[in-house]
């Protein structure tokens, strides 16, 4: 359930990101949110051993890591978001644990 909660505010927040891009104010912790989700997400790929998602993951906190950015240019930023987005709303189907029967 945590991971859901997670994985949907990442969505918020790119989908935010993308509507306040001329803002610098957002940007930080924006990005903040996407890459902890991602690291979420990629850490629930690697106990799931998924690791196409591990790696698409990976991308994603790599592109929105607010320590060293990298400069998107809007359209960029657009395409960029939008996988990402992409990314988690799947994922909250595609990456569900499987319930173990004792």
Request: charged share 10%; glycine share 4%; proline share 4%.
């Given at each position: 359930?945590?991971?859901?909660?997670?994985?949907?505010?990442?969505?918020?927040?790119?989908?935010?990101?993308?509507?306040?891009?001329?803002?610098?104010?957002?940007?930080?912790?924006?990005?903040?949110?996407?890459?902890?989700?991602?690291?979420?997400?990629?850490?629930?790929?690697?106990?799931?051993?998924?690791?196409?998602w591990l790696?698409?993951?990976?991308v994603v906190?790599?592109?929105?890591?607010?320590?060293?950015?990298?400069?998107?240019?809007?359209?960029?930023?657009?395409?960029?978001?939008?996988?990402?987005?992409?990314?988690?709303?799947?994922?909250?189907?595609?990456?569900k644990p499987?319930?173990?029967?004792?």
């Open positions: 359930m945590l991971t859901k909660v997670i994985k949907w505010s990442a969505i918020a927040a790119l989908l935010g990101g993308a509507a306040f891009r001329t803002t610098r104010a957002y940007a930080l912790p924006l990005s903040v949110v996407v890459v902890a989700a991602a690291i979420v997400v990629l850490s629930q790929a690697a106990s799931m051993r998924r690791y196409v790696i698409l993951f990976l906190a790599c592109l929105f890591n607010p320590v060293f950015p990298v400069p998107f240019s809007n359209y960029a930023f657009g395409i960029a978001s939008t996988f990402a987005a992409f990314l988690f709303f799947f994922s909250l189907e595609l990456l499987k319930i173990r029967v004792i």
